[in-house]
């Protein structure tokens, strides 16, 4: 089944140009089926490019979604049209007292400030401890991962000596959890980020298990013992030209950067990209809306509250 989209999104063209499998949604409506109801909290600045990021990743599953985008009511964004957000995004006030099967919750340019001096960390937070009751999976990337796990396990996070920056190669630490069930044994993913948490204080956490780690990039994938909350640090859902946008952009400022590295061929930026993690990016968000969300949500989302954990159909 498709992502439900309105024609006018931008994202809606650019997928169905790409064979992406994407649903207006008037016909969507005409359908005799419940779709999955799954929110993203866009907190990046180039909405429109992460909307078609996180809904190619989204697409690739049977399962019928149905996106609310959400932008923060409590900051201005200068980098996308206030139309666009006008005419397709709404606040949180809007959907405080509504349920979601899951959501996303993306990252952010502002990792290197500490969170309370983020201008929307407040509505944030009301976000996070909405989701505990109103939402039955949350997903948090990036820095949305460390906020996450700052909110809600008290790890902060730390400055890394330089940037993280590149795709590098990750080992699943746990194979049989349904999250990474298919994933190569050696996956890639990029990351590009100036902070990290650390492994010792995850494992300090008796609710927190990291399914899959880094040599360089460190801890990847973590996850809540009943999968309500997963939190991964690197970019699955990248394309194959943003971190190439990120180099150029920065190398044309006169910044001193480094080359994302595993990323062109040689590492050398003169030649071609080289894309390494698409196939195992599709099956972990497939297997986040099957066996984390599908299997295990209620049919009548009013039924979603903090206590409905029990048992994972999918680990039974």
């Given amino acids: 089944m498709p992502i439900i989209l309105p024609k006018r999104l931008p994202a809606y063209r650019t997928l169905k140009e790409e064979n992406v499998f994407v649903m207006a949604s008037k016909r969507a409506k005409q359908q005799d089926i419940r779709p999955l109801r799954i929110a993203i909290v866009n907190l990046m600045p180039t909405k429109e490019v992460t909307e078609a990021q996180l809904i190619r990743m989204l697409a690739n599953s049977p ?60 509505e944030l937070v009301q976000i996070m401890e909405y989701s505990k009751k109103n939402v039955y999976s949350t997903l948090h990337i990036c820095w949305g991962a460390q906020a996450g796990l700052y909110y809600h396990y008290g790890i902060n996070k730390y400055n890394l000596d330089r940037k993280l920056f590149g795709v590098f190669p ?30 010792e204080d995850i494992l300090a956490v008796e609710d927190l298990e990291i399914l899959a780690e880094s040599d360089e990039a460190g801890p990847h994938i973590i996850a809540s013992k009943n999968r309500r909350r997963v939190f ?33 061929v040689d590492d050398d930026p003169t030649k071609d990209v080289v894309v ?16 984390c969300v599908y ?22």
């Fill in 63 to 122: 399962i019928q979604v149905d996106l609310k985008l959400i932008h923060m009511d409590s900051h201005e964004s200068k980098n996308t049209d206030s139309s666009h957000l006008e005419d397709f995004y709404v606040t949180f006030d809007e959907i405080r007292n509504k349920k979601y099967d899951g959501m996303i919750i993306t990252g952010a340019p502002v990792e290197t400030l500490p969170y309370e001096q983020v201008d929307y960390w407040p």
């Fill in 170 to 199: 990750h080992r699943v630490n746990l194979p049989k959890s349904v999250l990474m069930r298919g994933i190569d044994e050696e996956f890639f993913v990029p990351h590009s980020r100036h902070t990290a948490v650390r492994k």
């Fill in 232 to 264: 991964v640090q690197g970019h699955f859902e990248y394309d194959r030209e943003t971190l190439k946008g990120e180099y150029d952009r920065d190398k044309a400022k006169g910044m001193e950067v480094q080359v994302p590295k595993n990323y062109y």
């Fill in 276 to 291: 390494r993690w698409r196939a195992n990016a599709s099956l972990f968000y497939t297997n986040w809306l099957n066996y």
């Fill in 295 to 316: 299997q295990d949500t209620p049919y009548n989302l009013r039924q979603i509250n903090e206590t409905v954990i029990g048992t994972s159909f999918s680990e039974s």
